[in-house]
């Protein structure tokens, strides 16, 4: 897979598509077909003339770059013009700027996604535009435009001003056709966690498989909204009224169900509710073995659609679930690894592996275990519970693999980028694999977790806090969400939000100990010790060893200018090195040094942290501690190595 030629710049992005061509194809494919090429040819012309390119074509769609709005804007007027005269062609058109990735393989990013739902606002005939691009023009003379205000669009998490060009001629909508498409929840669904009823009590997992293979298979329906997996497994163990539910998760239509295993026999239970009024809008029971389960899982998701949308079309509804294995042991397998892999802990991500490895073993084409278990490796890389050259070289190797197999994934581009970021360091890389996870999967709230985390290690701020953001909105419930949000806040500055989030973390798990350590860095940041000092005895409970929070507790007494129980807590972490010689506490020590006012031994560390390719230490520009060593001439060194020099780097306020 090439990752050299990524290019990332600022373009107008253009997506005209045909309405009702599938219609067309139905009734006349000759002439359905002739309106098609008549539409390429006219936009290859006028591509020529105002200095686009087409970038990839979807069928009866087209997706086109730009260098400048104006260019964008003035092709799409004299395309509609074009086409509007006989043999009319019904196209509509919708423009975007923004930031994009660019590789031979085509442009990704959010001004992608953006311009193609502007366009969907549109009618035949219409050019439709974003508010950043009637900013770039509005000063121009000879334009006419109608603003719609801003509207919130599907896997778009900021509000969007809409405009239209209004020109003699131009097709207009009405608002009330702008709001129609924007502002309901109509085609929505939560799936509850299945209840497990199996006899043998260690197949939790099988429900759970059972819950997510759904929701994932209903993510692939065009224009359905479905609540995440974290978002809805939150409601687990607790009994609520869907109603409630619904209102909770914004969503129209709850579906929940039960699970039997007994042996090779199955019977899945499933009722689809309306979420306004709690009647039920159908239910069935599914039987069969096992061999039966990824018919079981189509049948199930193809139901729910009928119900929920009848509008699709026979080829949407024809092939919903399509499992990457036909192997039902390596299914099996892999469904334990992800009831492991979903409790973010060291020792149960160290048992998704095993699982995960034992699918692949059955099935060595199995990209969704390749994908996952890329992102176990990473996970224990990152926080240092593997030598970190070893994690991200299995990681890497096994999310190389499942793009090679499917690259349609986003959780693998997710593990490639991770690999770029806190390995190898290429920027360049990281971003625009996180970008291409977006593209594919917009409402993926850890591809936007991953691109926070890539603006915060840059240094642009302001960018790390909207994605961290859009991820806690796509996934409200959400520990690692929530997490980002309260860390990103942490570092603008803005510390009662943080906290907030931290907050809202912990009423959900009250066992979430990253977010106890959120609330103690705030709180030190704020110099209030006492409170930091609480946070940290909180965390510190949650662990078994007696060294965890040695780091925290030795940088805190360091802040508040207490040398004595400060170099107590050292002690305890030199100790931990010596007996854990897998973990590298070399950020820790460079912290608490830096904090004592002793530079030579905090440039030290660092520079063993660099050597050893410590992902953290690209965080040192947002780390409290820096403001201690920005100054010294060793710092720009370190930088450099760190290959963050040219980057834009805010300072945590």
């Not at 007027?77 to 085509?106: A, C, F, S, T």
């Not at 009823?197 to 059972?210: A, H, L, M, V």
């Not at 409200?476 to 973390?505: C, D, I, Q, T």
Request: hydrophobic content about 40%; proline content about 2%; glycine content about 6%.
């Amino acid at each position: 897979m090439n990752q050299q030629n990524n290019i990332r710049l600022l373009a107008a992005v253009m997506f005209a598509d045909i309405v009702g061509y599938s219609k067309m194809m139905h009734e006349d494919e000759q002439n359905a077909k002739l309106l098609r090429d008549r539409q390429r040819a006219v936009i290859k012309d006028l591509l020529l003339k105002y200095h686009g390119e087409v970038m990839q074509y979807y069928g009866d769609g087209t997706l086109m770059m730009f260098g400048s709005a104006l260019d964008a804007v003035n092709c799409a007027r004299d395309i509609q013009r074009e086409l509007n005269n006989q043999p009319l062609v019904p196209l509509r058109i919708g423009i975007h700027m923004g930031d994009v990735m660019y590789d031979d393989e085509g442009i990704y990013g959010d001004a992608v996604n953006i311009a193609a739902r502007v366009q969907g606002l549109g009618l035949p005939g219409s050019v439709m535009l974003s508010e950043k691009v009637v900013d770039e023009i509005k000063n121009q003379p000879g334009f006419r435009f109608e603003s719609f205000g801003k509207h919130e669009l599907k896997n778009i998490y900021m509000p969007i001003g809409i405009h239209a060009v209004a020109d003699e001629g131009f097709n207009v909508p009405t608002q009330s056709y702008v709001q129609k498409l924007t502002g309901t929840n109509h085609n929505s669904i939560a799936v509850l966690p299945f209840t497990n009823y199996s006899r043998e009590k260690d197949t939790e997992y099988f429900s759970d498989g059972i819950t997510e293979e759904i929701i994932n298979a209903l993510t692939t329906i065009k224009d359905l909204k479905v609540a995440s997996r974290t978002s809805v497994f939150a409601y687990k163990k607790e009994i609520k009224d869907v109603r409630e539910i619904g209102k909770e998760l914004n969503v129209s239509t709850v579906l929940e169900g039960s699970v039997r295993k007994v042996g090779n026999k199955i019977r899945v239970t499933a009722q689809l509710i309306n979420a306004d009024d709690g009647f039920h809008i159908w239910s069935n029971n599914f039987d069969g073995d096992m061999q039966d389960i990824f018919a079981f899982q189509d049948e199930i998701a193809r139901k729910i659609v009928d119900k929920l949308e009848d509008s699709l079309s026979d080829q949407d509804k024809k092939k919903i679930y399509e499992s990457s294995t036909n192997s039902v042991e390596a299914y099996n397998y892999y469904l334990q690894g992800l009831y492991y892999w979903n409790k973010r802990t060291p020792e149960a991500v160290f048992k998704a592996i095993d699982y995960f490895d034992r699918a692949i073993e059955e099935c060595d084409t199995y990209v969704n275990a390749m994908a996952s278990l890329a992102n176990c490796y990473t996970f224990l890389g990152t926080i240092g519970h593997m030598q970190s050259k070893l994690a991200f070289m299995i990681a890497e190797k096994h999310a190389l693999m499942a793009i090679e197999l499917n690259n349609t994934r986003a959780d693998s581009y997710i593990a490639l980028g991770y690999v770029n970021l806190l390995f190898k360091w290429d920027f360049n890389s990281a971003e625009a694999n996180f970008r291409k996870a977006i593209t594919m999967e917009p409402d993926n709230s850890e591809a936007r977790q991953a691109l926070s985390l890539y603006y915060r290690i840059i240094g642009d701020y302001d960018k790390m806090l909207d994605q961290a953001d859009a991820a806690v909105k796509i996934d409200p419930l959400s520990l690692p969400a929530l997490l980002e949000s309260g860390r990103a806040h942490w570092v603008m500055g803005k510390y009662e939000k943080a906290l907030n989030a931290f907050n809202e973390a912990l009423e959900l798990d009250k066992m979430f100990r990253a977010a106890y350590e959120g609330k103690a860095a705030v709180y030190a940041s704020q110099k209030k010790y006492d409170k930091a000092l609480r946070m940290i005895k909180k965390y510190a409970k949650l662990i078994d060893s007696k060294y965890r929070g040695a780091s925290q507790l030795a940088y805190i007494y360091a802040e508040m200018g207490d040398k004595v129980l400060a170099e107590e807590n050292i002690n305890r972490l030199k100790e931990r090195e010596k007996e854990e010689p897998n973990h590298n506490l070399s950020l820790d020590f460079a912290m608490v040094y830096a904090a004592l006012g002793n530079n030579d031994l905090a440039f030290e560390y660092l520079q063993k942290a660099v050597d050893a390719k410590l992902g953290g230490v690209l965080l040192i520009h947002s780390l409290p501690f820096i403001k201690d060593l920005k100054d010294d001439p060793h710092y720009k060194e370190i930088e450099g190595q760190l290959g963050l020099a040219n980057e834009k780097i805010g300072i945590n306020k």
